[in-house]
Protein backbone atom coordinates (compact mmCIF):
# COMPACT_ATOMS: atom_id res chain seq x y z
CA UNK A 1 0.00 0.00 0.00
CA UNK A 2 1.23 3.64 -0.48
CA UNK A 3 1.85 6.31 2.69
CA UNK A 4 0.09 8.30 0.32
CA UNK A 5 -3.51 6.73 0.72
CA UNK A 6 -5.89 8.88 2.62
CA UNK A 7 -8.83 7.75 4.42
CA UNK A 8 -11.24 8.66 1.81
CA UNK A 9 -9.93 6.11 -0.37
CA UNK A 10 -9.80 3.43 2.46
CA UNK A 11 -12.69 1.57 3.84
CA UNK A 12 -13.41 -0.97 6.67
CA UNK A 13 -14.56 -4.54 4.89
CA UNK A 14 -16.70 -5.90 7.68
CA UNK A 15 -17.88 -8.86 5.72
CA UNK A 16 -14.16 -9.76 5.59
CA UNK A 17 -13.93 -13.35 6.76
CA UNK A 18 -10.27 -13.58 8.08
CA UNK A 19 -10.28 -17.57 8.83
CA UNK A 20 -8.56 -18.22 12.27
CA UNK A 21 -6.07 -15.75 13.29
CA UNK A 22 -3.31 -15.94 16.35
CA UNK A 23 -2.07 -12.26 18.18
CA UNK A 24 0.69 -12.67 20.67
CA UNK A 25 0.52 -9.95 23.17
CA UNK A 26 2.78 -8.95 26.17
CA UNK A 27 1.63 -9.54 29.81
CA UNK A 28 -0.92 -6.70 30.09
CA UNK A 29 -4.66 -7.24 30.44
CA UNK A 30 -5.17 -3.53 28.70
CA UNK A 31 -4.10 -4.97 25.45
CA UNK A 32 -6.94 -7.99 25.44
CA UNK A 33 -9.27 -5.05 26.41
CA UNK A 34 -8.56 -3.26 22.96
CA UNK A 35 -7.81 -6.18 20.61
CA UNK A 36 -11.35 -7.47 22.47
CA UNK A 37 -13.14 -4.74 21.64
CA UNK A 38 -11.56 -3.83 18.11
CA UNK A 39 -12.34 -7.84 17.35
CA UNK A 40 -16.22 -8.13 18.87
CA UNK A 41 -17.61 -4.87 18.75
CA UNK A 42 -16.06 -3.49 15.60
CA UNK A 43 -15.94 -6.25 13.45
CA UNK A 44 -18.09 -8.54 15.11
CA UNK A 45 -15.90 -11.47 15.03
CA UNK A 46 -15.44 -14.88 17.02
CA UNK A 47 -12.72 -13.67 20.17
CA UNK A 48 -10.66 -16.48 21.82
CA UNK A 49 -8.71 -14.79 25.15
CA UNK A 50 -5.97 -17.02 26.80
CA UNK A 51 -4.40 -15.30 29.72
CA UNK A 52 -1.35 -18.00 30.33
CA UNK A 53 -0.29 -16.64 34.02
CA UNK A 54 -4.28 -16.34 35.12
CA UNK A 55 -5.04 -19.71 33.63
CA UNK A 56 -7.94 -17.55 32.44
CA UNK A 57 -9.96 -17.59 28.86
CA UNK A 58 -12.19 -15.23 27.71
CA UNK A 59 -14.41 -16.55 24.72
CA UNK A 60 -17.23 -14.45 22.64
CA UNK A 61 -18.62 -16.48 19.49
CA UNK A 62 -19.89 -14.50 16.87
CA UNK A 63 -22.46 -15.18 14.36
CA UNK A 64 -19.65 -14.87 11.95
CA UNK A 65 -17.86 -18.79 12.47
CA UNK A 66 -15.64 -17.99 9.43
CA UNK A 67 -13.30 -15.39 11.55
CA UNK A 68 -11.83 -16.24 14.86
CA UNK A 69 -9.21 -14.53 16.76
CA UNK A 70 -6.97 -16.01 19.10
CA UNK A 71 -5.35 -14.11 21.70
CA UNK A 72 -2.68 -15.21 23.57
CA UNK A 73 -0.29 -13.77 26.12
CA UNK A 74 3.56 -14.11 26.79
CA UNK A 75 4.77 -15.54 29.68
CA UNK A 76 7.29 -12.44 30.27
CA UNK A 77 8.18 -8.96 28.71
CA UNK A 78 11.62 -10.12 26.86
CA UNK A 79 10.99 -10.29 23.11
CA UNK A 80 13.05 -13.37 23.34
CA UNK A 81 10.44 -15.44 24.45
CA UNK A 82 8.89 -15.51 21.18
CA UNK A 83 12.19 -15.75 19.37
CA UNK A 84 14.38 -18.48 21.18
CA UNK A 85 12.34 -20.33 23.57
CA UNK A 86 11.68 -23.60 22.03
CA UNK A 87 9.22 -24.71 24.71
CA UNK A 88 6.83 -21.31 24.54
CA UNK A 89 7.12 -22.23 20.69
CA UNK A 90 5.93 -25.72 21.33
CA UNK A 91 3.63 -24.91 24.32
CA UNK A 92 1.59 -22.61 21.67
CA UNK A 93 1.30 -24.99 19.31
CA UNK A 94 0.42 -27.61 21.43
CA UNK A 95 -2.30 -25.46 23.11
CA UNK A 96 -3.91 -24.62 20.00
CA UNK A 97 -4.23 -27.90 18.72
CA UNK A 98 -5.00 -30.23 21.87
CA UNK A 99 -7.51 -27.47 23.65
CA UNK A 100 -9.10 -26.01 20.52
CA UNK A 101 -8.13 -27.75 17.68
CA UNK A 102 -6.52 -24.97 15.54
CA UNK A 103 -3.05 -25.69 13.53
CA UNK A 104 -0.88 -22.84 13.14
CA UNK A 105 -0.76 -24.10 9.76
CA UNK A 106 -1.43 -21.84 7.65
CA UNK A 107 -2.29 -19.32 9.90
CA UNK A 108 -1.37 -15.88 10.54
CA UNK A 109 0.18 -14.76 13.37
CA UNK A 110 0.86 -11.35 14.59
CA UNK A 111 3.62 -10.35 17.86
CA UNK A 112 2.32 -6.94 19.05
CA UNK A 113 5.00 -5.33 20.98
CA UNK A 114 5.68 -2.08 22.99
CA UNK A 115 9.31 -0.18 21.81
CA UNK A 116 9.31 1.31 25.67
CA UNK A 117 12.71 2.42 26.15
CA UNK A 118 14.55 -0.16 28.10
CA UNK A 119 12.68 -3.07 27.82
CA UNK A 120 14.45 -5.25 25.59
CA UNK A 121 18.17 -4.76 24.09
CA UNK A 122 18.45 -3.16 20.89
CA UNK A 123 20.36 -6.42 19.15
CA UNK A 124 17.53 -8.61 20.46
CA UNK A 125 14.49 -6.68 18.84
CA UNK A 126 16.41 -6.02 15.42
CA UNK A 127 17.24 -9.64 15.33
CA UNK A 128 12.97 -10.37 16.14
CA UNK A 129 12.64 -8.18 13.14
CA UNK A 130 14.87 -9.48 10.77
CA UNK A 131 13.18 -12.78 11.43
CA UNK A 132 9.26 -12.18 11.75
CA UNK A 133 8.40 -9.95 8.33
CA UNK A 134 5.39 -11.93 7.65
CA UNK A 135 2.61 -13.20 9.42
CA UNK A 136 2.23 -16.36 7.02
CA UNK A 137 5.58 -17.27 5.96
CA UNK A 138 9.24 -17.09 7.34
CA UNK A 139 11.12 -19.77 5.87
CA UNK A 140 12.12 -21.94 8.05
CA UNK A 141 11.13 -20.04 10.78
CA UNK A 142 7.39 -19.88 12.39
CA UNK A 143 5.04 -17.62 10.59
CA UNK A 144 4.85 -14.04 12.31
CA UNK A 145 4.79 -10.75 11.87
CA UNK A 146 6.13 -8.39 14.51
CA UNK A 147 4.54 -5.12 15.24
CA UNK A 148 6.03 -2.68 17.44
CA UNK A 149 4.25 0.40 19.24
CA UNK A 150 6.47 3.32 19.98
CA UNK A 151 6.42 4.10 23.08
CA UNK A 152 3.73 1.60 23.90
CA UNK A 153 0.23 -0.48 22.06
CA UNK A 154 -1.58 2.79 24.00
CA UNK A 155 -0.43 5.31 20.91
CA UNK A 156 -2.98 2.63 18.49
CA UNK A 157 -5.81 3.52 21.18
CA UNK A 158 -4.60 7.40 21.02
CA UNK A 159 -3.74 7.43 17.28
CA UNK A 160 -7.86 6.63 16.68
CA UNK A 161 -8.93 10.21 17.84
CA UNK A 162 -6.93 12.77 16.95
CA UNK A 163 -5.21 13.18 13.00
CA UNK A 164 -2.69 15.22 14.10
CA UNK A 165 -1.43 12.32 16.79
CA UNK A 166 1.13 11.66 14.53
CA UNK A 167 3.41 14.80 15.72
CA UNK A 168 3.40 13.48 19.26
CA UNK A 169 6.32 12.74 21.13
CA UNK A 170 6.21 10.99 23.87
CA UNK A 171 8.87 9.33 26.36
CA UNK A 172 7.68 6.30 28.33
CA UNK A 173 4.28 4.36 28.13
CA UNK A 174 3.55 5.72 31.48
CA UNK A 175 3.13 9.72 30.10
CA UNK A 176 1.01 7.52 27.33
CA UNK A 177 -1.39 6.54 29.91
CA UNK A 178 -1.31 9.42 31.84
CA UNK A 179 -2.09 11.22 28.04
CA UNK A 180 -4.84 8.59 27.56
CA UNK A 181 -6.77 9.33 30.94
CA UNK A 182 -6.29 13.30 30.61
CA UNK A 183 -7.29 14.26 27.00
CA UNK A 184 -8.92 11.35 24.23
CA UNK A 185 -12.27 9.27 24.63
CA UNK A 186 -12.28 6.01 25.65
CA UNK A 187 -11.33 2.80 24.10
CA UNK A 188 -15.37 1.88 23.88
CA UNK A 189 -15.35 5.13 21.29
CA UNK A 190 -13.18 3.34 18.83
CA UNK A 191 -15.37 2.61 16.01
CA UNK A 192 -14.84 1.71 11.83
CA UNK A 193 -14.24 5.27 11.64
CA UNK A 194 -11.72 5.80 13.82
CA UNK A 195 -9.85 2.67 12.94
CA UNK A 196 -9.18 5.05 9.71
CA UNK A 197 -8.08 7.63 11.42
CA UNK A 198 -5.34 5.34 13.08
CA UNK A 199 -4.28 4.01 9.45
CA UNK A 200 -3.89 7.71 8.65
CA UNK A 201 -1.65 8.99 11.19
CA UNK A 202 0.71 5.43 10.76
CA UNK A 203 0.97 6.97 6.71
CA UNK A 204 2.14 10.17 7.79
CA UNK A 205 4.80 9.17 9.95
CA UNK A 206 5.54 6.77 6.73
CA UNK A 207 6.00 9.87 5.01
CA UNK A 208 7.88 11.79 7.57
CA UNK A 209 10.03 8.40 7.42
CA UNK A 210 10.07 9.28 3.63
CA UNK A 211 8.73 5.54 3.40
CA UNK A 212 6.50 5.95 0.42
CA UNK A 213 5.22 2.59 -0.20
CA UNK A 214 4.68 -0.70 2.07
CA UNK A 215 4.55 -4.46 1.54
CA UNK A 216 2.95 -6.04 4.36
CA UNK A 217 3.82 -9.52 3.03
CA UNK A 218 7.82 -8.66 2.92
CA UNK A 219 7.97 -6.18 5.78
CA UNK A 220 11.64 -6.78 7.50
CA UNK A 221 13.05 -3.64 5.41
CA UNK A 222 10.51 -1.20 6.59
CA UNK A 223 9.96 -2.34 10.07
CA UNK A 224 14.11 -2.05 10.92
CA UNK A 225 14.04 1.24 9.17
CA UNK A 226 11.35 2.26 10.97
CA UNK A 227 13.09 1.18 14.32
CA UNK A 228 16.31 2.50 13.73
CA UNK A 229 14.84 5.85 12.96
CA UNK A 230 12.76 6.13 16.16
CA UNK A 231 15.59 4.73 18.47
CA UNK A 232 17.87 7.56 16.68
CA UNK A 233 14.85 9.92 17.69
CA UNK A 234 14.84 8.94 20.98
CA UNK A 235 18.94 8.65 21.45
CA UNK A 236 18.87 12.55 20.20
CA UNK A 237 15.83 13.70 21.97
CA UNK A 238 15.13 11.52 24.75
CA UNK A 239 11.54 10.73 23.28
CA UNK A 240 10.13 8.70 20.59
CA UNK A 241 7.59 9.97 18.03
CA UNK A 242 4.39 8.54 18.70
CA UNK A 243 4.04 5.51 16.39
CA UNK A 244 2.01 2.11 16.49
CA UNK A 245 1.97 -0.44 13.47
CA UNK A 246 -1.50 -2.01 14.83
CA UNK A 247 -3.17 -0.71 11.85
CA UNK A 248 -0.72 -3.40 9.75
CA UNK A 249 -2.57 -6.57 10.66
CA UNK A 250 -5.92 -4.77 9.56
CA UNK A 251 -4.51 -3.88 6.77
CA UNK A 252 -2.35 -7.32 6.28
CA UNK A 253 -5.46 -9.11 7.09
CA UNK A 254 -7.68 -7.38 4.17
CA UNK A 255 -10.10 -5.91 7.18
CA UNK A 256 -8.88 -2.13 5.99
CA UNK A 257 -8.60 -1.89 2.13
CA UNK A 258 -8.41 0.74 -0.55
CA UNK A 259 -11.67 1.15 -2.23
CA UNK A 260 -12.12 0.03 -5.86
Not at 74 to 85: A, F, G, M, Q, R
Not at 190 to 205: C, E, G, P, R, S
Request: proline share 1%; aromatic share 10%.
Amino acid sequence: MESQTIIKNLKINKNKNIGEVVVIVVEGLDEFKLLKHIFTKVLNYSYIAIRRKKVMKDIFLSSNSKSTVIIINTENSNINSVLKDKNYKDNLYNLLKVDFKRSLKNVPIYILWDRDFGSNDINDVKETLNVFGNALDNDYEMNRLLLLSYPCFESYELSNFDKQFWKTNIKTSRETKKLNKAKYPKLKDINKDTLLIAVLNMHKTFKNYEILKYDTANFKETNLKIFNLEEKIFKKNDYYNALSLISLMLIDLGIIEIKE
